[in-house]
């Protein structure tokens, strides 16, 4: 496919939905039957179009032999200038990468099962529901796709208001509260990252030997590793020069990590979660759960890692790391106690974020792609789960893990995909999780670097493997085996999963299938690119202060210090 | 009368044709009030005569002044800037009180709001000391009457008699002010004033200076609603109209920014030429004031119910904000760094866009407001994206806009204060900026507690008093001037960002080829 469709494809992609939404909410509350068909549609073209600019970053030349991606230019760009600020500008700049790409297509996935679930339990004003949800598209996307720093906090911040409305309105009884709770939780940590946004931008800008106004992440990537290398060669010579880069990367990290980390979430900034997660209406969930947890591990792995190397093996390392951990092992430990199987799934996606995080501070290449490839994963399952349990939801108005058991016999359907699911959020072999998991720890476990000890903190967090699957087998045991315990519930007949609800959830399983048998593709894509970010988290390495004492065992290179990629990638 | 003299006279006129238009047009209305008492036939005609004076602010443009040490008034792109600010406002807040003004006192009212905008627009201009006094005079003078008019109540009254008592207060203390700076420099001429503080030296300003400093400031911040000098606002937001509120958020706030700029000298930005912006005694002051105008404003608008009220503290933290900006000038001038936007320009880009949103909160009020069904709290507002989904959105994109959610102009005017701020050297204190910029952030996280306050209520509760439909042109056409300059700044603020780029900075060569001449 030619470069130029695939731009016009990356483009449809942020405009469709948008236009879609607008159609919808200029379609009046009375035409409920054609509103949801024309949001399906919509979600539908952008899968399609999402699937074709993958595959044809797919087919690229490079991608194909998976050669090394020089560096952090994206494929397929358009760049338009939005504000011109003295030698700089802001642009409106989108591209596709190896490090986008997938959450790009779970992102198109995913939308489409939100609408379906939609379809039934949205009864009022469903003009302006599928609108918030099809401007949630678009903000999510964008997202993704941006490579302008500022652009890219415009669509972080711009995801806040639909999932706003769509808790506020269409949610559980505490609707106002959760939803509130969201906004200025995120907003608060958000607004700290944009201090680091702009920050770093003028960091670039303010140092002579860069002295360059530029908000394009690819640009900005490229003058800082470059500068630091230029200091790292020479350290004796430039050590005050590389002491303040330090102090301002020490800075920058922190200022950035503080939005994202409310987003992943971190341990002790995840409290807004579950009472979202428990209020949003279930498609509110899916996404939240499924991509706007993914944005904030999204944006570690984009802004956080390349613009502050340094501070992200000597701050980032022991602190992510330890909070990753903590994070896995509370989250299942709360999951554990739950009675409600929302807020039970809401705190499993904290241990599963957890895994995600640990993997990224691995900073090589086994730990990053594992941590990518889990980010879909947890898309994957946790987004089926939520679809689950809103379906239950729908049938017996209530959550209540007591209320239920021995559903296998009266919805043989739903308890498979439960199963399947669960397992595959687990983690079984051959399914999606178990490979993720797998990279993520062996990338751990390989950890090189100075300060922690990366095979203990792996050890730690895979207790929190054995957790899942006793939190996660111990609800299907009580929900979907058992002696039969049906709650009270309107006397029309509680019926199996209907055509819709199984259309939006074959695609999952079987992608979870698919993923967990042959990651390859998968992985080939992702790898171009995450082997720059693991080159410049190796260099970063290098020039830490106290990696010199430990030169036992030299690597010879950064990737030397892992094993080679097809070693890894073969569970 | 010597030739030059009058040349002098006579070319300052096309330096003002705006504001003769106007004035000429009030003139009118003032006698013409006494023959015809008809509110359509008044606003009409007062937007037409803004329409007249919009056409001659275009068609003369920006004027560099020949010479700006004699010159009482310029035109250069500051005060081009400002007329076309005064201008846009004037009619938005005609089309905006179109409803509230008795057919009786339309002509007297609108008269004064002519007044007002052509006291906006010369303060742009006013390159003297006694032309700038006389021009803020001639924006608050009009403003007490315009206070008085529409309503007769006792908290009208106590409204409009607060403003005057503390206006006409700042008044003295800002000609305290003058008084010092006249006797340092020796002439009333600001451009030859700042020369003359420049001339002390850059180890700072002589201690005399100081107290001018400190007047200067308390009478403008008094103006702009800085802390603690603000706390007429609530009072007064709540006593006046929905219009004039409006009017008293935006237009004092214009002139007192505009006054500060060419009073500390930030116009020059040439580090040379800094004058009253010398050393670090500007800087610290609007430091202090930035902190503590955020922090307040923002703390007890959480407190509020009442919308006006509450808009009346966002005011003032929005003024913290813009100070922010205005602290950081000089030291961005001073660390080279011109090129990052952020100073002048910052607030100046801020102002526009304050004014569209928080004017646009005061159109939907006064949209949706009717004598039987006032809209006074927060409550008032319930269910509104039911009964009125159109004026629901707008007032959503403008709290939008006031929390600063990208897509609006607010977010970008943030964007350009903040970086601004983390612009500054660190050898200028820029430790202390970045601080500010901090404290900034997090009261921008506090503001947007109270303001989605408001969205809750419109959007996700039932209504308590459903509130009956209206239909007023005017006060439709008032919101969808806001929203759209709202949402156009937002999305492509390329445009207004070229229009207050460089105003901060006059044609160095011109203004040393001046000095020379001296």
């Known amino acids: 496919m030619p470069t130029e469709v695939s731009q016009v494809l990356l483009l449809g992609l942020l405009g469709i939905p948008l236009l879609a939404g607008l159609t919808v909410a200029l379609m009046g509350p009375r035409r409920e039957r054609a509103i949801p068909w024309v949001s399906l549609g919509a979600t539908l073209v952008c899968l399609l179009l999402a699937v074709g600019a993958a595959g044809s970053l797919a087919s690229l030349p490079g991608a194909a032999t998976g050669s090394p991606a ?146 394009a992440l690819p640009e900005l990537v490229g003058e800082v590793n470059k500068h630091l290398a230029e200091l790292g060669k020479n350290p004796a010579a430039f050590a005050k020069e590389l002491a303040a880069w330090q102090h301002i990367q020490f800075w920058v990290f922190l200022a950035l990590m503080t939005g994202f980390a ?140 007591s209320a239920f058991g021995g559903l296998g016999a009266r919805l043989g359907l739903l308890t498979f995909f439960m199963v399947f699911i669960s397992l595959s959020s687990i983690g079984l072999p051959f399914l999606n999780g178990f490979i993720g998991e797998v990279l993520v720890l062996m990338g751990m476990f390989a950890y090189q670097g100075p300060q922690v000890n990366g095979p203990l903190l792996a050890s730690v967090g895979a207790i929190g493997i054995v957790l899942g699957a006793w939190y996660l087998l111990s609800m299907l045991r009580s929900a979907f085996f058992g002696p039969a315990k049906e ?3 309107e006397d029309h007949a509680v019926g199996d999963l209907n055509f819709r609800e199984l259309a939006a959830l074959a695609p999952i399983a079987v992608l979870c299938v698919a993923l967990g048998v042959y990651p390859q593709p998968f992985l080939r894509v992702a790898g171009r690119d995450v082997q720059v ?25 950064p990737q030397a210090a892992v094993q080679s990629p097809e070693e890894k990638k073969a569970p | 009368v010597s030739r030059e003299i009058l040349e002098a006279l006579v070319g300052v006129f096309p330096l003002v044709v705006p504001e003769a238009v106007l004035g000429l047009a009030a003139c009118i209305f003032f006698v013409g009030g006494t023959f015809r008492t008809n509110r359509h036939l008044w606003a009409g005609l007062a937007l037409a005569a803004l329409a007249l004076a919009g056409l001659g602010w275009w068609y003369t443009g920006p004027v560099p002044s020949t010479n700006p040490f004699a010159a009482p008034l310029v035109l250069d792109r500051l005060a081009f800037l400002t007329k076309g600010i005064a201008l846009a406002a004037g009619v938005v807040l005609v089309l905006l009180s179109w409803k509230e003004v008795a057919d009786r006192q339309a002509a007297d009212y609108y008269a004064c709001l002519l007044t007002i905008v052509a006291g906006l627009g ?44 503390l206006s006409v207060f700042s008044s003295a203390l800002l000609l305290f002010g003058f008084s010092y700076l006249y006797g340092l420099g020796g002439t009333t001429n600001l451009a030859a004033l700042m020369d003359a503080l420049t001339g002390s030296g850059p180890e700072g300003l002589p201690r005399v200076a100081q107290v001018a400093l400190v007047m200067v400031v308390a009478g403008l911040g008094f103006r702009i609603t800085a802390v603690p000098f603000h706390f007429y606002a609530p009072d007064v937001f709540q006593g006046t109209s929905t219009a004039g509120a409006a009017l008293l958020s935006f237009v004092p706030k214009v002139a007192g920014f505009v006054a500060l700029f060419r009073l500390l000298g930030l116009l020059g930005m040439d580090p040379g030429r800094l004058g009253f912006a010398l050393g670090n005694q500007v800087p610290i002051l609007l430091w202090i004031l930035a902190a503590v105008t955020m922090f307040l404003g923002n703390l007890l608008a959480l407190l509020q119910d009442r919308l006006k009220r509450l808009l009346a503290y966002s005011s003032v933290a929005h003024a913290g904000y813009m100070l922010i900006a205005l602290a950081a000038a000089p030291n961005l001038a001073l660390g080279g760094t011109e090129t ?51 004026a629901a959105l707008l007032m959503a994109l403008f709290l939008f806009s006031l929390i600063g959610i990208p897509l609006t102009a607010g977010f970008v005017a943030k964007l350009l204060v903040f970086l601004g701020a983390l612009a500054v050297a660190p050898e200028h204190n820029g430790q202390l900026f970045w601080w500010l910029a901090i404290l900034g952030v997090v ?76």
Request: contains cysteine; glycine residues 8%; proline residues 7%.
């Open chain 1, 487 to 489: 709650p009270a519930h």
């Open chain 1, 533 to 557: 970010v693991a080159r410049i988290a190796g260099d970063a390495m290098q020039r830490s202060p106290s990696y010199t004492r430990q030169e036992a065992t030299p690597p010879a290179s």
């Open chain 1, 70 to 215: 020089k560096s952090f230019h994206p494929e397929f760009e358009t760049r338009l200038t939005l504000l011109r600020l003295g030698p700089g500008a802001v642009e409106f700049y989108i591209g596709l990468d190896g490090l986008n790409v997938w959450l790009v297509v779970l992102t198109a996935l995913l939308m489409v099962p939100s609408v379906l679930v939609s379809w039934a339990s949205v009864t009022e004003r469903v003009n302006e529901y599928y609108a918030w949800l099809l401007t949630l598209e678009t903000a999510m996307l964008g997202v993704f796709l941006a490579f302008d720093i500022i652009l890219f906090y415009v669509f972080f911040e711009l995801t806040l208001v639909p999932l706003y409305f769509l808790i506020g309105t269409w949610g559980g009884p505490e609707r106002r509260h959760a939803a509130s709770k969201f906004f200025i939780y995120t907003l608060a940590g958000s607004l700290i990252t944009f201090l680091g946004v702009l920050g770093v931008v003028l960091a670039c800008y303010t140092e002579p030997r860069i002295n360059r106004l530029t908000f």
């Open chain 2, 122 to 165: 010369l303060t742009g201009s006013a390159n003297e000391l006694v032309t700038l006094f006389l021009s803020l005079e001639l924006v608050s003078i009009p403003t007490y009457v315009l206070l008085y008019l529409p309503r007769h109540d006792p908290a009208a009254q106590e409204a409009a008699i607060k403003y005057f008592l």
């Open chain 2, 443 to 518: 009261n921008a996280a506090i503001a947007a507690w109270y303001y989605l306050r408001i969205i809750a209520a419109m959007y996700l509760r039932s209504p308590v008093r459903p509130l009956p439909q209206t239909r007023a042109w005017p006060g439709l056409a008032a919101l969808w001037a806001c929203a759209a300059v709202t949402l156009i700044f937002g999305i492509y603020p390329n445009w207004l960002q070229q229009a207050v780029h460089g105003v901060a900075a006059p044609p160095r060569p011109i203004a040393q080829a001046q000095r020379g001449e001296r």
């Open chain 1, 262 to 401: 409310v987003k992943v979430p971190l341990v002790p900034l995840h409290t807004w979660l579950p009472l979202a997660h428990v209020e949003a209406p279930t498609a509110g969930s899916v996404l939240l759960a499924g991509v706007l947890l993914k944005i904030g591990c999204y944006g570690f792995l984009r802004l956080c890692l390349p613009l502050a190397p340094d501070a992200s093996v000597g701050l980032g390392v022991p602190l992510i790391g330890m909070l990753a951990v903590a994070g896995i092992l509370y989250g299942a430990g709360c999951a554990l106690a739950q009675d409600d199987i929302k807020r039970l799934v809401a705190y499993s996606s904290v241990s599963h974020l957890g895994f995600c995080m640990l993997g990224m501070f691995a900073l090589n290449e086994a730990g990053l792609s594992g941590s990518l490839l889990q980010m879909i994963n947890h898309g994957l399952s946790t987004g089926a789960l939520f679809l689950l349990v809103g379906m239950l939801y729908d049938r017996y108005h209530t959550r209540r893990l």
């Open chain 2, 340 to 390: 990052v936007p952020g100073g002048v320009e910052a607030v100046l880009f801020y102002l526009v866009a304050y004014g569209a949103m928080t004017v646009g909160v005061f159109a939907v009020v006064a949209y949706l407001d009717t004598p039987q069904y006032p809209v006074d709290t927060v409550d008032d507002l319930a269910g509104l994206s039911r009964s009125h989904p159109g």
